[in-house]
């Protein structure tokens, strides 16, 4: 029986567009495409990479909202 591929998905899928990563697990669209394509040790580097990118997002400033 083959494994589950680990994946850091919590099931928030919204690209934010300042960043180009999901808001939910912080991954690139070519991150979550290429996912179930990609070597263990890929998928290791992204999910070692996305606590780096949590943290810029956190402690980004704020930015001005856009008027409608």
Known sequence: MARPI????????VM?????????CYRTLAEIGGWSRFSEAERDRVIASLGARRR???NAPPRPETAE
Do not use: L
Not at 6 to 13: A, D, E, G, L, N
Not at 16 to 24: I, V
């Open 6 to 13: 680990k994946t850091p998905c919590v099931q928030v899928c």
């Open 16 to 24: 934010d567009p300042a960043t180009g990563w999901c808001e939910g």
């Open 56 to 58: 810029a997002v956190r």
